[in-house]
C-alpha cells in the first residue's frame, strides 16, 4: 500500500502562482509513476501531470508551460509548481502513484482545493 497526502492548496488570484506538494508513504512508493489529476465541479476528473521515476514527464496541453511537476525520491515527495494561473485552473487536484494511466491510477490522495480568483 502507499499512503498519498497533498498540500499546498489555497485561494489565488489570476496570474498568481502556488506550489502543491505531495508526500508519499508506503512500500517502495519512490519507485512509483507519480502524478497529478484536477477535477473542477460539474466536470470528469483530468489528467495534469506525470513523473516517472528517472523524471521523464508528461504535461496535459492546458498547462504546459505553466505548471513543472518534480520530485524528491530521497524525501519521498513530488512537487507541482503552478504559474500563470487561470480561473479554468480551479479545482481539487489529487496527487496519484502506481500504473498511471490519463484516467486512472493505483492510489489516491484526498485531494487539496485550489481556487483562482478572476
Known amino acids: 500500500q502507499v499512503q498519498l497526502v497533498e498540500s499546498g492548496g489555497g485561494l489565488v488570484q489570476a496570474g498568481g502562482s502556488l506550489k502543491l506538494s505531495c508526500a508519499a508513504s508506503?512500500?517502495?512508493?519512490?519507485?512509483?509513476?507519480m502524478g497529478w489529476f484536477r477535477q473542477a465541479p460539474g466536470k470528469e476528473r483530468e489528467f495534469v501531470a506525470s513523473?516517472?521515476?528517472?523524471?521523464?514527464?508528461y504535461y496535459a496541453d492546458s498547462v504546459k508551460g505553466r505548471f513543472t511537476i518534480s520530485r524528491d525520491n530521497a524525501k519521498n515527495t513530488m512537487y507541482l509548481q503552478m504559474n500563470s494561473l487561470k480561473p479554468d485552473d480551479t479545482a481539487v487536484y489529487y496527487c496519484?502513484?502506481?500504473?498511471?494511466?490519463?484516467?486512472?491510477?493505483?492510489?489516491w490522495g484526498q485531494g487539496t482545493q485550489v481556487t483562482v480568483s478572476s
Open positions: 496519484a502513484a502506481g500504473a498511471l494511466t490519463m484516467s486512472s491510477a493505483n492510489y
Open positions: 508506503g512500500r517502495t512508493s519512490s519507485t512509483y509513476t
Open positions: 513523473s516517472n521515476r528517472v523524471g521523464v514527464t
